[in-house]
């Protein structure tokens, strides 16, 4: 039997840490055995490149290697946690995905989407989530979300104009992944988001079975 694999995405500040724990824990205590992870992360190596990606200090990183980076992290993060949980069934939650690197240096940094998903495919083997969850909220909201943390990583560094690219681009991919991908209103409350991400994943695994 195979698992089951979820994502959340979204720009920074919309809620998806505090969205993929309330989700991933309903899920156990329904009996489900769940992965909770994230990107960039996941795994011992991937944080180390996460480490690198996210120093401020790193203002010379390419965008190419920064594109090249975050696929070795995520290269990792599948073959050593994400594709074996699946494989023994178990449903994986995941904080951001492919999806990010196509919406923050696809549509953020400008570079040609087709290389980004070359690259990704590449680094995953092809693997696509079951069912995602993109959490949209505005730039000046997220932004404001984000005041009460304690110094910006790099990418969280960058101007209002690529965030609302990355926001945009965001929105775009969901267009184009209608059957996959749920878009759901961040500007409201942890509970009403939670509740309306877990009634729609219930509907959907009630209709996929
Ligand atoms: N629905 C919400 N309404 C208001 N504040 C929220 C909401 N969800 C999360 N927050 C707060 O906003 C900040 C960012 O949330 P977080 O879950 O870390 O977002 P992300 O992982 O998307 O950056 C945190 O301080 C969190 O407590
Ligand atoms: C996975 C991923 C993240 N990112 C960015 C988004 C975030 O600004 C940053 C770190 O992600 P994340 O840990 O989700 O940030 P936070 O929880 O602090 O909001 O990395 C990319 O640019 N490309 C990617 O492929």
Known sequence: MTGLFITFEGPDGAGK???VKAFAERLASMGHEVVLTREPGGTAISDKIRSLILDPAHTEMADSAEVLLYAA???QHVQEKINPALKSGKFVVCDRFVEASIAYQGYGLEI???QIKRINQFATG????DRTYLLDLSVADGRERLKAR???DR???KGAAYHERVRQGFLEIA???PQRIRVIDASRSVEEMAEEIF???TRWLTEKN
């Open 175 to 177: 267009k184009e992944h």
């Open 155 to 157: 990418i969280e560094q």
């Open 126 to 129: 092809g693997l696509i989530p």
């Open 199 to 201: 009634a729609d994943f």
């Open 150 to 152: 304690t110094g910006l």
């Open 17 to 19: 840490t505090t969205q």
């Open 112 to 114: 040609e989407l087709e």
């Open 73 to 75: 992290s995520r290269a």
